[in-house]
């Protein structure tokens, strides 16, 4: 594939991943960012798909939501994603739809845990308690359950999305 053209489509879908993550900001975990982010790495593979992911959390937090300490974990974990895809998810096309569903979920679920740990791990001074307090605040259903949420709308994105999305780029020549 052309520099060039792999170079726009990095732009473009980091561009498309920041855009989404600002315009869903009102909806709890409800976000395109992992979706795009593993499809970026299935496309263009592991290195661009960790660029994508890391680059979308880096930059939406720069410009709409703030930089903090989260962004020291939620950046590279969302880059983390697009790598494993890139490494793992290379011929979509033969994977049947459920096991897409179960990859996405299965990535998102490692990027929800990660960042959930890394970000508790300050204020309760320990790993194992960082990690009780992630499972307890990613899955506790009251009064939302935050990382069910995330887990299931990327592996349904993915399960319907990924095969058209490969077909057309493999019609156009860019996979």
């Not at 993550?21 to 409800?30: E, G, K, Q, T």
């Not at 974990?77 to 290379?90: D, E, P, S």
Request: glycine fraction near 10%; charge should be positive; include cysteine.
């Amino acid at each position: 594939m052309r520099r060039s053209l792999k170079l726009t489509l990095t732009v473009s879908l980091t561009s498309l991943s920041v855009a989404s993550r600002i315009a869903l900001a009102a909806f709890p975990n409800v976000k395109l960012v992992a979706f795009i982010t593993i499809m970026s790495g299935i496309i263009l593979g592991g290195r661009i798909g960790f660029l994508v992911g890391f680059l979308s959390m880096f930059i939406s937090d720069s410009v709409f939501f703030g930089l903090g300490y989260w962004t020291t974990a939620t950046a590279p974990c969302m880059g983390l994603i697009g790598f494993l895809a890139g490494l793992t998810l290379k011929d979509v096309k033969r994977k049947p739809r459920i096991d897409l569903f179960l990859a996405g979920f299965t990535l998102t679920l490692i990027y929800d845990m990660l960042t959930s740990i890394v970000l508790a791990i300050p204020f309760y001074g320990s790993l194992e308690r960082a990690f009780i307090v992630a499972i307890i605040g990613l899955f506790l259903p009251t009064p939302y359950p935050m990382g069910p949420i995330h887990e299931i709308s990327t592996g349904l994105a993915l399960s319907m999305l990924a095969h058209p999305i490969v077909s057309y780029m493999e019609r156009i020549g860019v996979r």
